[in-house]
């Protein structure tokens, strides 16, 4: 399964809403999860099931879409969530992840 | 305090081999499956192996068939990744990873990788 995620990078403003697409080559229902990571750490889940909030993960994340195209929104975004995201598959005996984006908060 | 913990890291020669482990703590550790994921620097997540609770079924990504061998000692909390004829392509932070089985409604059953360790760094080069 390839997965293509958009954009590479991103620039925000606090309190933006900023949006993350991922558009996998095979349909896969809803398995598709989404993982933040700081630089120098280990990645976090935040998304799974294309749309169920992880626990402890704050409400301003939210995900969508199914089959093949999925979409991670963060609506009033602040400063602690730079860093980049990745999306991925769990459909799959592999665990295929998109490239992923960056987010630089200006 | 659940925790994963990876050790062997270090500088390899092409060629060469590595053998990377993990502990886990916290959590019933043979209940789980267990990923191994690598980070090149600078680049993205790459999935490279798992490995059923009991050992008894391991996947493996194309890019490392072959040439490593994921394995775990339930007795001792321990998951293990055998990296052979190392490639500078290999060099990687490799992560440990537990992989749960999460449930959004009846029968409809998900994993993710919910808990990682902190990483150990492989180079591969002359």
């Known amino acids: 399964i390839q997965m293509t995620q958009s954009p590479s990078s991103l620039s925000a403003s606090v309190g933006d809403r900023v949006t993350i697409s991922c558009r996998t080559s095979q349909r896969i229902s809803d398995y598709l999860n989404w993982y933040q990571q700081k630089p120098g750490k280990a990645p976090k889940l935040l998304i799974y099931?294309?749309?169920t909030l992880q626990s402890g993960v704050p409400s301003r994340f939210s995900g969508s879409g199914s089959g093949t195209d999925f979409t991670l929104t963060i609506s009033n975004v602040q400063p602690e969530d730079f860093g980049s995201y990745f999306c991925q598959e769990s459909v799959s005996n592999g665990y295929t992840f998109g490239r992923g984006t960056k987010l630089e908060i200006k | 305090e659940v925790q994963l913990v990876e050790s062997g890291g270090g500088l390899v020669q092409p060629g060469g081999s590595r053998r990377l482990s993990c502990i886990g703590s916290?959590?019933?550790?043979?209940?789980?499956?267990m990923s191994w994921v690598r980070q090149a620097p600078g680049k993205g997540l790459e999935w490279v192996a798992n490995?059923?609770?009991?050992?008894?079924?391991?996947n493996y990504a194309d890019s490392v068939k072959g040439r490593f061998i994921i394995s775990r000692d339930n007795t001792n909390n321990s998951l293990f990744l055998q990296m052979n004829s190392l490639r500078a392509e290999d060099t990687a932070v490799y992560y440990c990873a537990r992989e749960d089985q999460v449930t959004t409604r009846p029968s409809y059953y998900y994993y993710v990788l919910a808990v990682w360790g902190q990483g150990t760094t492989v180079t591969v080069s002359s």
């Open positions: 099931a294309a749309s």
């Open positions: 490995i059923k609770q009991e050992g008894s079924e391991t």
């Open positions: 916290g959590f019933t550790f043979s209940t789980s499956w």
